[in-house]
């Protein structure tokens, strides 16, 4: 199977920067689309970027211009590089294979990470 690992989250003052890591584990042939979520406490779970294979991505319209997401397929791993936070970033950040390609059968994962929590100070 397949574990995604997040890292790098922490407590930042606002205006400063953070990139997380998502670093996917396993039986990994291809990564087709990985995405980056957010969930702040009483609110829904919501995309904050997206990225595909083809390295097509779509961002919220909140951090547009502030977060950059990447791959580096080398170490089957997508960052999160956030630029400018504010404490409306503060959430717990986790990211989601939708989906990785196991093996040449065409057998897929999809699933989360456990988390990274961001904590913006004003």
């Known amino acids: 199977q397949v574990q995604l690992v997040e890292s790098g989250g922490g407590l930042v003052d606002s205006g400063g920067s953070l990139r997380l890591s998502c670093a996917a584990s396993?039986?990994?042939?291809?990564?087709?689309?990985m995405g980056w979520y957010r969930q702040a406490p009483g609110e829904q779970r919501e995309l904050v970027a997206y990225i595909t294979s083809d390295g097509r991505t779509n961002y919220a319209d909140s951090v547009k211009g502030r977060f950059t997401i990447s791959v580096d397929n080398t170490k089957n791993t997508v960052y999160l590089q956030m630029n400018s936070l504010k404490p409306e970033d503060t959430a717990v950040y986790s990211c989601?294979?939708?989906?990785?390609?196991?093996?040449?059968?065409?057998?897929?994962?999809?699933?989360w990470g456990q988390g990274t929590q961001v904590t913006v100070s004003s």
């Open positions: 989601n294979a939708d989906p990785i390609v196991m093996d040449a059968d065409g057998s897929t994962w999809s699933g």
């Open positions: 396993g039986r990994i042939l291809s990564i087709r689309a």
